[in-house]
C-alpha cells in the first residue's frame, strides 16, 4: 500500500475527483497530511466518513515511532524513531541561546565510508521519504516548543547520511518544510552538508534551491583526503573546489567549510595553509570542529594549542574561523557519532 504523502496535490485532486468528491477535498486532506501531520485517517474530522473509508482502505499513513529520548546535560535532546521497515534513525534538537536547531538524518546508514565517522559503520540501508524527513522536523518543531518555548530556528541536514545523494527527496522536504502548506520556514534557516558531492552541489545551483551549503572538508591536500573520506576519489578537491566557485557564481551564498580536526592528522601549519589555499576562490566561513570520539574510530581530538595555533593561522589570513564545540557527546548525539549502537552491534 502507498503511503497517501507519496501523491501531490495534483495527484490527489485527480484520486479525489474520481471518486465523485468536489476537488477541494484534496487540499483538505494534503493539509491533514502535511500541514496538521496527523497520525491516522480517523483524524481528518472534516472528511465525510466514506471519504476517510477510501483513503484507509487505499493508503497507509505511515508515522515515525518514537522509540527513544535521551537528554543531554548540555540541553540537547536526541530522538531514536523506528520507522514502517524497522529501520531506526536519529534526529537531534539543540538549543543555543534563543535558537534551537534540528539535525535531520537522510539516510538509513550512510555508504561513504569516512573512517572518523560511526554512521559509516552502518553501512548504507536505504534514503529517506520526503515526508521522513519533514516528519522529523515537524516532531523536533513541537517538541522544541515544549521544551524550549519556541519553535525550531533552524535546520541542518548534518544527521545520518549523506543528502545529495537522496537528492529529489531532500529537495521534496525543503520544499514542504518552505511551503505555506507545511512549515512556511525560510530557505535562509536551512542548511545543507555534504562529504562534497560536485554533481550535486552543481543541480542545487542549477535548480536555484538557494539554501546554505556547508562541505565537510576536513583535509585540503588530495591525495591524504583520499584515506580519509573514499568519497574523494570520484569526487577529488579540484572538482569539488570549481563546484563550489560554480555555487557561490550562481547563489552569492558564502559557503561553510567545516573542518574536523584529528590530532597530527589534519591540524598542522601546513594543513592551515592548505585550507588557506582551497578557501581562495569563493567567499566562506570555517567551522572547526572537535573531534567527537566513539567506539568505531582511534583517532584524537587536537589538542588546544594546536587548535589555537590554527585558529591564529587562519585569521592572519583574513578569514572567518569559528570553533564549534560539539554538544550532546554525553548520549551520543555529536556530530558523527549518530549509528544507534545497537544498530551496529547487531550488524558486528
Ligand atoms: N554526510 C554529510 C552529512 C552528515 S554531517 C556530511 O558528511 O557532510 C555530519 C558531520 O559530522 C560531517 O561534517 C562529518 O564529517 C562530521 N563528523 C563525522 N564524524 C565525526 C566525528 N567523529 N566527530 C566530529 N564530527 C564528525
Ligand atoms: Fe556519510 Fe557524512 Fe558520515 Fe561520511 S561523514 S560517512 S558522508 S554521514
Redesign the pocket.
Known amino acids: 500500500m502507498n503511503d497517501i504523502r507519496t501523491l501531490n496535490i495534483e495527484q490527489l485532486s485527480e484520486w479525489v475527483v474520481a471518486r465523485f468528491e468536489k476537488s477541494f477535498r484534496a487540499k483538505q486532506i494534503y493539509e491533514w497530511v502535511w500541514k496538521k501531520n496527523v497520525a491516522s485517517f480517523d483524524k481528518m474530522i472534516n472528511l465525510p466518513l466514506s471519504l476517510r473509508e477510501a483513503l484507509k482502505n487505499e493508503f497507509s499513513l505511515h508515522k515515525l515511532t518514537l522509540a527513544d529520548k535521551q537528554q543531554s546535560a548540555d540541553k540537547s535532546i536526541k530522538y531514536g524513531f523506528v520507522l514502517a521497515d524497522n529501520h531506526l534513525i536519529e534526529t537531534v534538537l539543540i538549543p543555543s541561546n534563543n535558537r534551537t536547531t534540528v539535525c535531520v538524518s537522510?539516510q538509513v546508514g550512510?555508504g561513504?565510508g569516512?573512517h572518523?565517522?560511526?554512521?559509516a559503520k552502518l553501512g548504507f540501508k536505504r534514503n529517506l521519504s520526503d515526508y521522513e524527513m519533514y516528519e522529523q522536523i515537524f516532531i523536533a518543531n513541537e517538541e522544541s516548543k515544549q521544551h524550549f518555548g519556541h519553535p525550531i530556528s533552524n535546520i541542518v541536514?548534518?544527521?545520518?547520511?549523506?543528502?545529495l545523494l537522496n537528492y529529489e527527496n531532500v529537495i521534496k522536504a525543503i520544499n514542504h518544510i518552505t511551503s505555506p502548506s507545511g512549515l512556511g520556514m525560510s530557505k535562509d534557516r536551512i542548511t545543507l552538508?555534504?562529504?562534497g558531492i560536485a554533481e550535486g552541489i552543481r543541480r542545487l545551483a542549477d535548480d536555484n534551491i538557494r539554501i546554505h551549503l556547508?562541505?565537510?572538508l576536513?583535509i585540503a591536500d588530495n591525495e591524504l583526503r583520499t584515506t580519509l573520506m573514499p568519497i574523494n576519489t570520484t569526487n577529488p578537491l579540484p572538482q569539488l573546489s570549481e563546484a563550489l566557485k560554480y555555487y557561490y557564481q550562481k547563489t552569492k551564498l558564502r559557503i561553510s567549510i567545516?573542518y574536523?580536526l584529528l590530532n597530527n592528522i589534519n591540524d598542522s601549519i601546513k594543513d592551515a595553509q592548505l585550507l588557506a589555499n582551497f578557501c581562495k576562490n569563493f567567499p566562506v566561513k570555517i567551522n572547526l570542529?572537535?573531534?567527537?570520539?566513539?567506539a568505531y574510530?582511534a583517532?584524537k581530538k587536537s589538542n588546544k594549542e594546536k587548535v589555537q595555533s590554527f585558529i591564529d593561522f587562519l585569521e592572519r589570513k583574513n578569514l572567518v574561523v569559528n570553533l564549534r564545540l560539539?554538544k550532546g557527546k554525553d548520549i551520543a548525539a555529536?556530530?558523527?557519532?549518530l549509528a544507534n549502537e545497537k544498530q551496529i552491534n547487531d550488524k558486528i
Open positions: 537522510s550512510c561513504l569516512c572518523f565517522c560511526a554512521t541536514w548534518m544527521g545520518m547520511g549523506e543528502p552538508s555534504t562529504s556547508a562541505i565537510s576536513h567545516e574536523l570542529i572537535e573531534y567527537n570520539s566513539h574510530a583517532y560539539s555529536a556530530c558523527g557519532q
